[in-house]
């Protein structure tokens, strides 16, 4: 046995584990976990003290300032500071709240042992986290710069390629060029010596008309002189240069690609213990959708016809019916403050703007699900197919499609195909982030529609089920997905890591929206309140 082990004095009442505190009206010395135990036992009045301010503690009193011979045993509590006797009784602190110093240095020292425990079990670990992420960090960053310049390297080589096809291919075409230019000159060359054959033959036939009697050759003459004067045309074939145009260093920088500047970003952390600042009752049997119009305004919708913009204080502030009377599918707040509704009643996107509602989407064997608008002022729409069988996200500009995301680089669909919303948000790195609740999944693809990665649930958590169902990012670039079964919101990373979960009592939370300060709004579906969170 070790010998140390009989220097620990135990608990009297478990005799296994070692006492911390101790009840000074009933003198029995006890463990942290059994004070609540004898607490229990309401025939007496117990008073808990730590053991160490009970037991084997000589107190070291400070002496008065103007009683040099009285130890400061009380303590006022108008002054916060330990006095005499005298003092609290005819002195200064006369008529003040007096305590004895003993009981207050032992709440103090209660105070000092959560702090120290606070510290040393969640607020330290943290910091060793935060300390051994920026190590990976640092080992990260070297990496990537090593890639930047083996890029660099790749994209000189790839340049030096291209120049070296440029300038073979010109040579190319110089000798071609020549060799045109020379099969002209030696063409004409011929013509010319042609001729002047002719002209020679024609000079030797007069010398002998000239030279002979023969009546016969000379009355048969004929004079080709005027022929022989009209010359030759003149070949002027204008030699081709090569004029490569000035170099302009600034685009040819940009042409190779340049470097982005370096951007440095304070990412807000997380709060251990996120804190639950606000409620709105909106007023709904059942609540499914919340859009952040502003910090303390927001926009909800639930299983009525009517959507409701309500402050912090459930103050109704305006009240909208969809142009069908029936109830909307989802709601989202664009870029400009105007709120935007989808209504599977006749498949339509509809914009709300100064209280008029106006039919931007008109869709044709789809019916229109979760919508959000993005940085771009665009809008992204989730949408089913008519006989349920397909299901896709569709971005608009304006009343226009640009891009629609369904499938795969193996034309495997993205998204599960029924009837339930797939609730769609945009994150700040501009990948469309997509809870769908049957799949059991986050799906998440970049801007050009390919997945990047599916979150399935926190690795650890086999036993209880995922179901996703309103989704939000923030300025972190966080994504947060409400676990309606579960009674709690997951936070993932950028890149799909859990990061960590929100509870503050909520109960089955389902639309999700964060306003421009990080505040979490959470729709919770039968208390059809809404929740105001802070996390970060």
Not at 121 to 135: F, G, L
Not at 360 to 381: D, E, F, K, M, Y
Not at 396 to 417: A, L, N, V
Not at 487 to 508: A, K, P, T
Request: net charge neutral; charged share 25%; with cysteine.
């Amino acid at each position: 046995m070790d010998p140390r082990a009989q220097d620990v004095l135990l608990c009297d009442l478990c005799e296994t584990d070692p006492l911390q505190y101790c009840c000074e009206r009933c003198g029995i010395n006890l463990c942290s976990d059994c004070v609540s135990k004898h607490f229990s036992d309401s025939s007496k009045k117990h008073k808990i003290a730590p053991y160490h301010i009970h037991r084997k503690f000589t107190p070291k009193y400070s002496k008065c300032r103007k009683h040099a011979d009285e130890d400061c045993k009380l303590y006022c509590e108008n002054c916060h500071i330990p006095v005499c006797s005298t003092c609290a009784l005819f002195g200064e602190h006369k008529g003040h709240d007096i305590s004895d110093i003993l009981e207050k240095l032992g709440s103090k020292k209660q105070r000092i042992q959560k702090d120290l425990e606070e510290l040393e079990k969640k607020i330290y670990p943290r910091y060793k986290e935060i300390s051994s992420a920026a190590q990976t960090e640092k080992v990260e960053v070297e990496t990537n710069y090593g890639k930047l310049a083996t890029s660099a390297d790749q994209q000189g080589e790839v340049w030096h390629r291209e120049v070296t096809a440029i300038v073979n291919k010109r040579k190319a075409d110089i000798v071609e060029t020549k060799k045109t230019h020379i099969s002209l000159l030696d063409k004409h060359a011929d013509e010319i010596t042609h001729r002047m054959t002719e002209i020679y033959q024609a000079i030797l036939e007069m010398k002998n008309i000239l030279d002979t009697n023969d009546i016969s050759l000379t009355s048969t003459y004929k004079s080709r002189n005027d022929e022989f004067n009209k010359l030759p045309p003149t070949i002027k074939v204008t030699l081709p240069s090569l004029s490569p145009p000035t170099i302009n260093t600034e685009t040819l920088n940009e042409m190779f690609g340049l470097l982005t500047s370096l951007s440095v970003t304070t990412v807000g952390s997380l709060l251990a213990d996120p804190c639950h600042t606000a409620t709105i009752d909106t007023g709904y049997n059942k609540l499914l959708s919340v859009s952040c119009l502003s910090e303390d305004q927001v926009w909800t919708r639930g299983n009525n016809e009517t959507m409701k913009l309500l402050n912090l204080q459930s103050k109704l502030l305006t009240s909208i019916h969809t142009k069908s009377g029936r109830q909307p599918r989802d709601i989202a707040v664009t870029r400009d403050g105007n709120l935007v509704y989808t209504d599977t009643s006749n498949n339509t996107v509809n914009l709300i703007k100064n209280k008029k509602i106006r039919t931007v989407i008109t869709l044709q064997g789809w019916g229109p699900r979760s919508v959000c608008c993005t940085a771009a002022n665009h809008l992204l729409v989730t949408m089913v197919s008519d006989d349920v069988k397909q299901s896709k996200v569709v971005r608009y500009s304006g009343s226009t499609e640009t891009q629609s995301i369904q499938f795969d680089d193996q034309s495997r669909p993205f998204y599960s195909s029924d009837y339930y919303n797939k609730y769609i948000s945009e994150n700040k790195n501009l990948d469309i982030c997509v809870a769908d609740w049957s799949a059991r999944a986050v799906v998440v693809v970049n801007q050009s529609g390919k997945l990047r990665f599916r979150y399935t649930g926190h690795p650890s958590n086999t036993k209880q089920s995922f179901n996703p169902a309103g989704i939000t990012t923030d300025s972190q670039s966080h994504i947060l997905t409400a676990d309606r079964d579960n009674n709690r919101i997951h936070i993932l990373d950028q890149d799909g890591q859990f990061l960590r979960y929100i509870h503050c009592d909520l109960e089955s939370p389902w639309g999700l929206c964060v306003d421009i300060r990080n505040n979490l709004f959470v729709a919770e579906y039968y208390t059809a309140k809404v929740k105001k969170i802070q996390y970060l």
